[in-house]
């Protein structure tokens, strides 16, 4: 993490050892986990894929160039870490090339097929259960009983739950783009970029009220106004603040059944009432340029759970390293368990 990321957007546990993540492709392991059954008939050719320092874009366009079909036809669920060893499914819509020997030798040696089946559905963003996490941290340094700390604060708070600082693009040029969008400076190449750039926006925001909140000593707790998710659910609704059914929220908080949300900035009104809406159009509106842009583009708002559920979190050390284990539904960055561990330092950013 940069060091720019880490002051705009603090932690919640007290962060005082520090490590190496990513000293080699295999110290970073992630696997899409799926809760779909393929009908092994019609149009779309699914390939279960693992890539080691390769991106998802270029996995696609690859399988693409192979089945001699246009990138457009190509699907996955999700992007993947380029510098780890990643297991996830892409699908391509009526492949002219579909034998999967043939297609393994036009693939580089980053690419392998481990399975392949027929759907009638293409695969969409977005379309998987969760993402499960083999993490290797190296050469710990500092307080271990710190770290032991938070370990134990994450499996018992969860983490909050940020965009990671790959959704920002590169020392966070695309929010810069996006501004520059919306004020007419800059020129996006395509639709694909003026989605990013939107999702960019929101995020910024988002990540924002976020940060706020735990500055403000209310992350995990509940103001006036606040509208909550069912976890594992897209759903969410206006809870209330006294009386019975604020303890009942209380306790279904504490036991991590709903998260407390924060905005996904859109052209309509925030779903939240009271100081909690205040609070997110307080930190909203000192961005105006992107509140504007986002009204002209109709974007529209959602919510976004706030806390992050880290499950079937394990962990051992040997010797100076610490190897994690754990699984984050869809949406959730490992780098945002990682951050309220420990310090790292990325090899791959210092390569």
């Given at each position: 993490m940069s060091?720019?990321?880490n002051?705009?957007?603090?932690?919640?546990?007290?962060?005082?050892?520090?490590?190496?993540?990513?000293?080699?492709?295999?110290?970073?392991?992630?696997?899409?986990?799926?809760?779909?059954?393929?009908?092994?008939?019609?149009?779309?050719?699914?390939?279960?894929?693992?890539?080691?320092?390769?991106?998802?874009?270029?996995?696609?366009?690859?399988?693409?160039?192979?089945?001699?079909?246009?990138?457009?036809?190509?699907?996955?669920?999700?992007?993947?870490?380029?510098?780890?060893?990643?297991?996830?499914?892409?699908s391509?819509?009526?492949?002219?090339?579909?034998?999967?020997?043939?297609?393994?030798?036009?693939?580089?040696?980053?690419?392998?097929?481990?399975?392949?089946?027929?759907?009638?559905?293409?695969?969409?963003?977005?379309?998987?259960?969760?993402?499960?996490?083999?993490?290797?941290?190296?050469?710990?340094?500092?307080?271990?009983?710190?770290?032991?700390?938070n370990?134990?604060?994450?499996?018992?708070?969860g983490?909050?739950?940020y965009?990671?600082?790959?959704?920002?693009?590169?020392?966070m040029?695309?929010?810069?783009?996006?501004?520059?969008?919306?004020?007419?400076?800059?020129?996006?190449?395509?639709r694909?970029?003026?989605?990013?750039?939107?999702?960019?926006?929101?995020?910024?925001?988002?990540n924002?009220?976020?940060?706020a909140?735990?500055?403000?000593?209310?992350w995990?707790?509940?103001l006036?106004?606040?509208?909550?998710?069912?976890?594992?659910?897209?759903?969410?609704?206006?809870?209330?603040?006294?009386?019975?059914?604020?303890?009942?929220?209380?306790?279904?908080?504490?036991?991590?059944?709903?998260?407390?949300?924060?905005?996904?900035w859109?052209e309509?009104?925030?779903?939240?009432?009271?100081?909690?809406?205040?609070?997110?159009?307080?930190?909203?509106?000192?961005?105006?340029?992107?509140?504007?842009?986002?009204?002209?583009?109709?974007?529209?708002?959602?919510?976004?759970?706030?806390?992050?559920?880290?499950?079937?979190?394990?962990?051992?050390?040997?010797?100076?390293d610490?190897?994690?284990?754990?699984?984050?539904?869809?949406?959730?960055?490992?780098?945002?368990?990682?951050?309220?561990?420990?310090?790292?330092?990325?090899?791959?950013?210092?390569?």
């Open positions: 060091n720019a990321y002051q705009l957007f603090p932690t919640c546990n007290s962060v005082t050892a520090s490590g190496r993540i990513r000293t080699s492709p295999q110290d970073f392991q992630v696997t899409e986990l799926h809760d779909f059954e393929l009908s092994g008939q019609g149009e779309h050719l699914w390939l279960y894929v693992q890539k080691i320092n390769s991106n998802t874009d270029w996995v696609a366009k690859q399988l693409a160039n192979a089945c001699q079909v246009a990138s457009r036809q190509v699907g996955y669920a999700g992007l993947k870490d380029r510098h780890a060893v990643t297991r996830q499914w892409f391509i819509q009526l492949p002219k090339v579909d034998d999967v020997e043939a297609l393994q030798s036009a693939l580089t040696d980053e690419i392998e097929i481990l399975q392949a089946d027929r759907h009638n559905k293409k695969l969409k963003t977005g379309g998987l259960k969760a993402n499960q996490f083999k993490l290797m941290i190296r050469d710990i340094q500092g307080d271990r009983q710190q770290l032991e700390q370990i134990a604060l994450i499996r018992r708070h983490v909050p739950n965009f990671g600082e790959q959704r920002f693009g590169h020392d040029g695309n929010v810069d783009k996006a501004a520059g969008w919306f004020t007419g400076s800059f020129r996006p190449s395509n694909k970029l003026k989605s990013l750039l939107i999702s960019t926006a929101r995020s910024w925001i988002f924002h009220i976020v940060a909140r735990i500055s403000s000593d209310c995990s707790t509940p006036d106004g606040d509208v909550f998710q069912l976890a594992g659910s897209r759903s969410w609704f206006l809870g209330a603040t006294d009386g019975s059914e604020a303890k009942a929220i209380a306790q279904r908080l504490a036991e991590q059944d709903i998260h407390i949300t924060a905005a996904l859109g309509d009104v925030v779903a939240t009432q009271g100081s909690a809406a205040a609070l997110e159009q307080r930190v909203a509106a000192q961005w105006p340029d992107m509140l504007e842009g986002m009204r002209q583009h109709r974007v529209k708002q959602d919510r976004r759970a706030i806390r992050l559920s880290v499950n079937e979190f394990e962990h051992s050390w040997q010797r100076d610490l190897q994690l284990r754990f699984m984050l539904p869809a949406g959730g960055y490992a780098t945002t368990v990682i951050r309220e561990i420990l310090a790292t330092r990325d090899a791959c950013a210092l390569a």
